[in-house]
């Protein structure tokens, strides 16, 4: 069965502060996606980014990077230098054979 | 430009009522899908149409039922509504990789708030 964990109900920081999301995964495929989704304020659900499980490169996009390892089975997301607008609820999902499992989400709240 | 549209926004409507929530992506993917998302924010799938054929089924009361008209559009009809069915409904879209292996991201449409009183 599929499973993500993310362990961090709610994060709460100042602004420019770095904050880090953690997600853990669990599957028995070789072969699947890793996603994060944005959820703000207004609703919507924004993609950020797709891992596949054969790419274990790190990601880096503005403020904004991705650190995957299958050795701990992790996905962690970390937003440098937060800000405002950051302030949203965080999805990280599994994807295989067409189904998105996702975690619970991590509500971020930045202050100004 | 909506790549992925849902209507209405909100629906508000009594329990024991019959509901429809529309859904259209105009990104050529050949595979939608509905969401169910509670209060407390979880997500989970509902189904999903692949070219028009359901391929996804979760454990979703027969009281919800999708109808898939052409590839663009995946409406979601709920009969006997119940108090339990208020939510958020999201539509979402995919392209399949070739090779037909996997698909790619979802896309999510902006949401349906659903309140039944």
């Known amino acids: 069965a599929q499973k993500v964990t993310q362990a961090q109900t709610e994060i709460s920081v100042v602004e420019k502060e770095d904050v880090t999301l953690d997600c853990v995964y669990e599957?028995?495929?070789?072969?699947?996606?890793l996603f994060w989704y944005k959820q703000p304020p207004s609703g919507e659900l924004v993609f950020l980014i797709r891992?596949?499980?054969?790419?274990?490169q790190n990601e880096i996009s503005g403020r904004y990077s991705w650190n995957f390892q299958k050795s701990t089975s992790s996905f962690n997301f970390t937003i440098t230098a937060s800000q405002v607008v950051d302030s949203a609820v965080y999805f990280c999902?599994?994807?295989?054979?067409?189904?998105?499992?996702f975690g619970a989400g991590t509500t971020v709240t930045v202050r100004a | 430009d909506t790549a992925v549209s849902q209507t209405p926004k909100y629906l508000v409507t009594q329990m024991g009522n019959d509901k429809s929530i529309k859904c259209e992506q105009n990104?050529?993917?050949?595979?939608m899908y509905w969401y169910k998302q509670d209060s407390k924010k979880f997500l989970k799938i509902m189904f999903s149409?692949?070219?028009?054929?359901?391929?996804i089924n979760e454990t979703v009361p027969n009281r919800f039922s999708p109808k898939s008209p052409d590839k663009a559009h995946l409406n979601l009809h709920i009969n006997s509504l119940e108090l339990g069915d208020s939510a958020v409904y999201f539509c979402?879209?995919?392209?399949?990789?070739?090779?037909?292996?996997?698909?790619?991201?979802?896309?999510f449409g902006p949401g349906t708030r659903l309140t039944v009183l």
């Open positions: 599957t028995r495929d070789t072969t699947y996606y």
């Open positions: 891992r596949n499980s054969f790419d274990e």
């Open positions: 149409y692949n070219n028009k054929e359901l391929i």
């Open positions: 999902a599994l994807l295989n054979d067409y189904k998105l499992s």
């Open positions: 990104l050529g993917h050949d595979t």
């Open positions: 979402a879209s995919s392209q399949e990789a070739s090779g037909g292996y996997s698909v790619l991201t979802q896309y």
